[in-house]
């Protein structure tokens, strides 16, 4: 508007001076009115945001399906995003001497107020055993290690074997030979009272039926790098990389960490988007290009940090986001090159009385429709 409306009214004034014709300086006015030109975004942005909205995606704004249509990497968390974030305890052990019941009790007087699968997982076995969860004091979270509280004034950890070390706290020989053994499988914890681990947990997870379809319909839909991300150990990582068909798997990494590989990224020319659902995956969310939340059970977190929140946990909806930001760049292009051309040739036409006035305001309108049913087009679009 600061460059376009004094351009035109200094072209009508030259018209008019050259002509004398007022007619011919009212056709110019009307015909380069720029509704067609200022509709040709905000009604392809709409009705992408409808169509969207009827696939179970909400996107919360225009710049995160402008910004998603140049999107070349794809970053994915592994735990609630990749698999289903339904962590089942698989094992319970106790070392030296200690029983499975304790070893649940202490954990899940620990985890009873995280919000983590795991804790979930572990509250949930042990509710099934029968067993009373005691309230706690001093209640931390390690964000990608494990939880820490306080109960009957002994301190309580469960963790990872980074927690551990975090805390300077060594694996025994029962706990490094279950680590060893349990490595492949899944996520293992361990149960440490004061300064000694007395038990483990050993939880497994399963993989979303359609990951591996949705990273290969991304890849067909622009995106030339599949990531995933994970805090989980280099076995078990690759080995779910290697069922989904990743092309580059990250594992060991705290959140801080997430947020580093999305800058380098970031840093190396890639735009890049992230998909996430827990605590830990905000930070890299909102580093990211475009942050992408699996909101059925993400964390509010998650969902409040991402631009865009899939209300469904079927991966295969972000090749469908993938289309739609595409074909959303391409009409909106589209509308502005009619818009722009209708408004030069209408200009020349006016200029030289071909185009009156009354002709040159059906036209100005027909424009602006053109590049509304243009628009429309993009609510067919699957």
Same mark, same amino acid.
Do not use: W
């Given at each position: =508007? ?33 509704? +067609? ?69 202490? +954990? ?27 309230? =706690? ?199 502005? =090159?009619? +818009? ?43």
């Amino acid at each position: =508007a600061k460059y376009f409306t004094p351009t035109i009214l200094a072209l009508g004034i030259m018209v008019y001076a050259l002509t004398g014709d007022p007619l011919r300086l009212a056709s110019v006015f009307v015909i380069a009115c720029p509704c +067609a030109l200022v509709l040709a975004t905000p009604t392809a942005i709409a009705a992408s945001i409808g169509n969207s909205a009827r696939k179970g995606i909400l996107i919360r704004n225009g710049e995160s399906l402008e910004k998603l249509s140049n999107v070349d990497s794809l970053v994915l968390d592994k735990t609630g995003t990749i698999t289903r974030g339904r962590l089942q305890v698989v094992d319970v052990v106790g070392f030296g001497g200690h029983s499975e019941s304790e070893i649940m009790k202490f +954990a899940a007087t620990a985890e009873k107020l995280s919000e983590h699968p795991v804790a979930q997982a572990i509250i949930s076995k042990a509710k099934e055993m029968g067993i009373e969860i005691e309230d =706690a004091k001093c209640f931390k979270v390690n964000p990608g290690l494990g939880v820490q509280v306080e109960c009957e004034g002994v301190n309580i950890i469960v963790g990872n074997d980074r927690m551990l070390k975090n805390h300077s706290i060594s694996l025994n020989r029962e706990g490094e030979s279950y680590l060893e053994r349990r490595a492949r499988i899944g996520t293992t914890v361990f149960v440490v009272q004061g300064n000694s681990v007395i038990g483990a947990i050993a939880l497994s997870d399963t993989l979303r039926e359609n990951a591996k379809d949705a990273l290969r319909k991304s890849k067909s839909n622009g995106v030339t790098k599949t990531v995933m991300l994970t805090g989980d150990n280099e076995l078990v990582a690759k080995s779910i990389g290697e069922q989904i068909g990743v092309d580059e798997v990250q594992f060991d990494l705290m959140p801080s960490d997430k947020v580093d590989y999305v800058t380098e990224l970031q840093a190396q020319g890639h735009h890049v988007a992230m998909v996430g659902d827990g605590i830990n995956d905000a930070p890299a969310l909102a580093s990211s290009d475009v942050g992408i939340a699996m909101g059925l059970k993400g964390t509010d977190v998650a969902i409040e940090t991402a631009g865009i929140v899939l209300a469904t946990d079927d991966l295969c909806r972000i090749p469908k986001l993938f289309r739609i930001s595409r074909a959303t760049m391409r009409i909106i292009k589209t509308n502005i =090159a009619i +818009a722009m051309t209708v408004n030069v040739l209408g200009i020349a036409f006016s200029t030289y009385g071909i185009l009156p006035p009354l002709l040159a305001s059906v036209v100005h309108e027909s424009n602006a429709l053109v590049g509304l049913l243009n628009s429309l087009r993009l609510l067919r679009v699957d």
